[in-house]
């Protein structure tokens, strides 16, 4: 599977584009549209292509460990599903995503009418309710239960971030 045109824009949206480096509020150093990794050092600067370029290659890697724990964990989304899932692995991490209750839900049964609410409980980065991750979880949940996909975010905000991996 692949991220729908819509998931793009709303993480897009949602992790807010920077073309300085800079501390999340989980303190993790992040550029561009919430890109992080050893490549990411104080001070650094690229261009909004670049920054296009990273977001396109840290999403096809989502997307393929998520297919690839998909097919390993015999989880069976659709493609609203998928798409809040990815979502929430490109904020949270795959690692976290796989050991949340939210993917063994999943993975057991994709139309659980409780799994939306699993995504309302990932709120938190460095110890704090963030509010941008309150909207982005809701929208999440939304989008999961039912495909809504709603308006853009209001990147005014802060990004939210407290993806670990």
């Known amino acids: 599977m692949k991220a729908s045109n819509e998931i793009k824009e709303l993480i897009k949206g949602w992790e807010g584009l920077r073309l300085t480096a800079y501390r999340c509020p989980a303190g993790v150093l992040t550029i561009g549209y919430g890109h992080t990794g050893p490549d ?3 001070g650094l600067r690229i261009s909004r292509e670049r920054a296009a370029e990273l977001f ?3 999403l096809a890697r ?5 297919n690839r724990w998909m097919t390993i964990d ?6 609203a599903q998928y798409d809040a899932v990815l979502s929430f692995a490109y904020n949270v991490g795959t690692s ?3 050991r949340s209750t939210l993917w063994k839900k999943a993975c057991k049964n994709a139309d659980d009418p409780s799994i939306p609410a699993e995504f309302r409980k990932w709120t938190r980065a460095g110890g ?3 509010p941008g991750l309150v909207k982005r979880r809701e929208r999440e949940a939304a989008i999961y239960a039912g495909g809504d ?3 853009s975010y ?3 905000e802060k990004p939210p971030c407290n993806r670990t991996s």
């Open 154 to 156: 209001n990147t005014k």
């Open 62 to 66: 989502f997307e393929a460990e998520l």
């Open 128 to 130: 704090n309710v963030l």
């Open 56 to 58: 396109e290659a840290d």
């Open 74 to 79: 015999g989880a069976s989304l659709g493609q």
């Open 96 to 98: 976290a995503l796989r």
């Open 40 to 42: 990411v050092i104080p």
């Open 149 to 151: 996909y709603g308006i």
